[in-house]
Nanobody, 125 residues
């Protein structure tokens, strides 16, 4: 079992930056693909970004490409989401996800085994 706890959310003005953290426990994440999803009010949860379990490849939704960056620190067992140039439409609850040895299908919500509880990000205009 892997437990995931997100932190770092908050209120930020449009154009600002935030860095979300997802601390994992119960198992080392070095063999886990890690991902971030988000859910805006009244909308379905959507894929944001993911990292191949090897750490060698990253994937981004078109809406965040060039603005968001996923990274992983195996020593701290933590994955990060650096969010720059934030827009009001980025407002959502952001969820961290993990799946061992996943190498494809990152955008599919139902393939991820472990989820965090989410952290709220609000971007004001």
């Amino acid at each position: 079992q892997v437990q995931l706890v997100e932190s770092g959310g908050g209120l930020v003005q449009a154009g600002g930056s935030l860095r979300l953290s997802c601390a994992a426990s119960g198992h080392t994440i070095s063999s886990y693909a890690m991902g971030w999803f988000r859910q805006a009010p009244g909308k379905e949860r959507e894929f944001v970004t993911a990292m191949h379990w090897s750490g060698l490849s990253t994937y981004y939704a078109e809406s965040v490409k060039g603005r968001f960056t996923i990274s992983k620190d195996n020593a701290k067992n933590t994955v990060y989401l650096q969010m720059n140039s934030l827009k009001p439409e980025d407002t959502a609850v952001y969820y961290c996800a993990a799946d061992r040895y996943r190498s494809s299908g990152f955008e599919q919500e139902d393939v991820w085994d472990y989820w965090g509880q989410g952290t709220q990000v609000t971007v004001s205009s």
